[in-house]
């Protein structure tokens, strides 16, 4: 090892025998004597700066950066462990509505979006991201959270489904939308301890164990699912499905007892994304506020002043809370006259900082079957 006692050795011993060389040189003929060359140290290294926030989640593979000089940087790679097959770049600013902006720079891959054009995330803060579809050819909302550290301890969370199977029905009786998770850090087990549907009076699916495994840099990746964990509590899973069917991912937070339906009280922006509703509206951004447990809101027309679109509707959440487990209340969700069922988690104080968070899973008003997500983050 190279340590500074010794690099200030190594110079004293140089100094001393330019020191001699230069009385010797003085002895002889002045015409040959030479004054030695200043030397200079090498500079030490400069290191890299490493991203103010980042995040990541599966649905391939992605990774989403955001530095402190205002640029961002989102890659995607098919699988965990696998070269990137998508890079976009740009600078970002958080505006006025609450809403992450993004403006494209450059951008590479056979799916890029155009250089100049825009993005747009929620982001609560070091703990999760929900951005706007990416690629030319995505039309979902790309959940993430704070990425790039394993736990330490066991996990006991509820959870969402906020990527459904492909042949899911949430109308159906049978189906995974739900429910509680936990992990055992000592071996590796992650569960669905408790999975419900979303049809009338949420019936429950019994558990589901995931395989066993050990994880790296926050990712655990076995033959049945991807786990993405954070050191805020917060993760994201990608459960695998042995057919064509496309398995089904889930967002489990740190789970949190509801007080009363005034625990939810304020104003939130956020996003809506309905797997019923046409290809260029299936995710949107949203603004709400929440009184007695009625959340009223509307389509956000413009993030960058909070100016809505005069697309209204409502959740209904003044059905039950903690139930059918603890820190989720249930009601519906109406748009266009149309309502489905709507199961919600609530935080109301996300890592301690007083922010207040309701993400929910629910039947599409528009189609029924297809599935909903309102994913909402307190402004007040």
Not at 58 to 83: C, K
Request: with cysteine; net charge negative.
């Amino acid at each position: 090892m190279f340590s500074l006692v010794n690099k200030n050795t190594r110079w004293t011993m140089y100094s001393a025998v330019l020191a001699v060389f230069s009385i010797a040189a003085g002895c002889g003929d002045e015409t040959t004597s030479e004054t030695p060359a200043s030397v200079t140290a090498a500079p030490d290294p400069v290191a890299e700066t490493p991203p103010m926030s980042s995040y990541s989640g599966p649905g391939s593979n992605w990774r989403y950066d955001l530095n402190d000089d205002g640029s961002f940087e989102i890659t995607r790679s098919p699988f965990v462990g696998a070269a990137n097959d998508l890079l976009i770049s740009g600078t970002y600013q958080t505006s006025a509505a609450g809403f992450l902006q993004m403006t494209i720079d450059a951008s590479s891959g056979s799916d890029a979006p155009a250089v100049a054009s825009s993005l747009w995330a929620l982001e609560v803060p070091d703990y999760a991201l929900f951005l706007s579809p990416a690629t030319t050819s995505d039309d979902r909302m790309i959940p993430m959270v704070q990425g790039g550290q394993c736990v330490g301890g066991d996990l006991g969370n509820n959870w969402i489904n906020v990527q459904a199977r492909l042949s899911a029905d949430a109308t159906s009786s049978v189906g995974s939308y739900f429910g509680s998770f936990s992990f055992t850090s000592a071996v590796g087990t992650s569960d669905l301890s408790t999975q419900f549907a979303l049809t009338g009076g949420f019936p429950d699916q019994g558990s589901l164990s995931l395989d066993p495994g050990f994880c790296n840099d926050g990712i655990m990746s076995t033959a049945t699912s991807d786990i993405y964990f954070s050191g805020t509590g917060a993760v994201m899973a990608n459960a695998f499905s042995s057919d064509q069917d496309g398995g089904f991912m889930l967002l489990a937070l740190p789970k949190t007892t509801i007080g009363s339906i005034s625990d939810y009280d304020g104003s939130y922006v956020g996003v809506l994304s309905d797997g019923g509703a046409n290809a260029n509206e299936k995710v949107l951004p949203v603004s709400v506020t929440c009184a007695a447990g009625i959340c009223s809101g509307d389509v956000v027309a413009d993030t960058a002043t909070g100016a809505t679109a005069g697309q209204p509707f409502t959740a209904d959440l003044f059905g039950t809370i903690n139930e059918p487990s603890p820190g989720f209340a249930t009601g519906n969700f109406t748009m266009g006259g149309n309502t489905g069922n709507l199961a919600c988690m609530v935080d109301n104080d996300v890592r301690g900082t007083g922010q207040r968070m309701i993400s929910c899973t629910g039947q599409s008003p528009i189609r029924g079957y297809p599935m909903l997500n309102l994913i909402l983050a307190s402004t007040n």
